[in-house]
């Protein structure tokens, strides 16, 4: 059976924070417990994380290459929807 840990970014990988710079440039901050947990401890039990997220953000998809998270769905509004297409095709 596949283990599935499905998670939205902002306020579960971040602060819910999004920061502004004068030229319109944006920055997130992630929390490194969240990275290690994802990157090195959610292997050896064979889970696989997946993002699920309203919004669409490079600095997103950054951070998913770094951590090692394949499943990464940007700019969904139904995210119910969207899990249940995962778990079918799984």
């Known amino acids: 059976m ?6 939205d970014v902002d306020g ?13 440039e944006k ?10 947990g994802i990157k090195d401890i959610l292997p ?3 889970i696989i994380p997946v993002i699920i997220t309203a919004r669409n953000s490079k600095i997103l998809l ?3 290459k770094e951590l090692g998270i394949g499943y990464v ?3 969904v ?4 929807v969207k899990l249940r297409e995962i778990i079918e095709f799984h």
Do not use: A, P
Not at 12 to 24: E, F, P, V
């Open 2 to 7: 596949i283990k599935f840990l499905v998670m």
């Open 12 to 24: 579960t990988l971040t602060d819910g924070k999004i920061y502004m710079g004068d030229n319109g």
């Open 27 to 36: 920055f997130k901050v992630f929390d490194i417990k969240d990275g290690y």
């Open 44 to 46: 050896q039990y064979g």
């Open 62 to 64: 950054n951070r998913c």
């Open 73 to 75: 769905f940007q700019n």
């Open 77 to 80: 509004r139904e995210k119910q």
